[in-house]
T-cell receptor, first 112, second 113 residues
C-alpha cells in the first residue's frame, strides 16, 4: 500500500512564525502536491513538484514556498505565518501516468 | 481557466434514497476523471475513476459515475444510499493527463437515518 505521511496532525503557531510542514511518500512517486482544504472552497492547489528540486506554483502560492531535496519528501514552508493561513493542509503523491493521487492524513494548522 | 464545478454544495437525503451528484469540467481535451470521498475524520480516498473505455464506471461501495463527453460531465450516482455514505465528495479532473489534478469545491452529503 502506498503511504503518504505528514509530520503533524495538529499544529498551533503564532503570527509571524516560520512553519514547516513535512510530507513523505514511500512509493517512489515523481509528483507530489500540497493543497489546503477550507470549508466551501474544496481543495486548492498551493504548489506541486514533478521531480526533485522542481516545483510549480499552483492556484494559491502566495505566502508559501516549498522544498523538494529528495524524491520522497516534499516540504511546505510558511515564511511568516498569518491568521488567514489557518487551514487543513493535505499532501498527495501521484505516479506520472498513474491513476490515483494518494493523500496523507492532513495537518490542521491554527495560526493565532 | 480550467475548472471543475460541483453543482450541489450540501445534499441531505434519507436512507434508501437515490443519489446523483453533478460534476462538470471546463477542459476540452483528453481528461482523466475521478471522484474522491472523505469520511468524517478520515483521509481522502478514491471512489472511482475514468480513463477510457466504457463511460459508465463502477466504484467502491455501490457508487457509479457516467462520463458524458458532449456535456463535459461526470456525475456520481448511487441507487440507494446508506447512513454510512455521509461524507464529503470531490470530483477531480486531470486535464490532458498531465501532472496537475484539479478538484471541485466538494459536496457535503448528509444521510438521515
Amino acid at each position: 500500500d502506498v503511504k503518504v505521511t505528514q509530520s503533524s496532525r495538529y499544529l498551533v503557531k503564532r503570527t509571524g512564525e516560520k512553519v514547516f510542514l513535512e510530507c513523505v511518500q514511500d512509493m517512489d512517486h515523481e509528483n507530489m502536491f500540497w493543497y489546503r482544504q477550507d470549508p466551501g472552497l474544496g481543495l486548492r492547489l498551493i504548489y506541486f513538484s514533478y521531480d526533485v528540486k522542481m516545483k510549480e506554483k499552483g492556484d494559491i502560492p502566495e505566502g508559501y514556498s516549498v522544498s523538494r531535496e529528495k524524491k520522497e519528501r516534499f516540504s511546505l514552508i510558511l515564511e511568516s505565518a498569518s491568521t488567514n493561513q489557518t487551514s487543513m493542509y493535505l499532501c498527495a503523491s501521484y505516479i506520472r501516468g498513474g491513476n490515483e493521487q494518494f493523500f496523507g492524513p492532513g495537518t490542521r494548522l491554527t495560526v493565532l | 481557466a480550467q475548472s471543475v464545478s460541483q453543482h450541489n454544495h450540501h445534499v441531505i437525503l434519507s436512507e434508501a434514497a437515490s443519489l446523483e451528484l453533478g460534476c462538470n469540467y471546463s477542459y476540452g481535451g483528453t481528461v482523466n476523471l475521478f471522484w474522491y470521498v472523505q469520511y468524517p475524520g478520515q483521509h481522502l480516498q478514491l471512489l472511482l475513476k475514468y480513463f477510457s473505455g466504457d463511460p459508465l464506471v463502477k466504484g467502491i461501495k455501490g457508487f457509479e459515475a457516467e462520463f458524458i463527453k458532449s456535456k463535459f460531465s461526470f456525475n456520481l450516482r448511487k441507487p440507494s444510499v446508506q447512513w454510512s455514505d455521509t461524507a464529503e465528495y470531490f470530483c477531480a479532473v486531470n486535464p490532458n493527463r498531465d501532472d496537475k489534478i484539479i478538484f471541485g469545491k466538494g459536496t457535503r452529503l448528509h444521510i438521515l437515518p
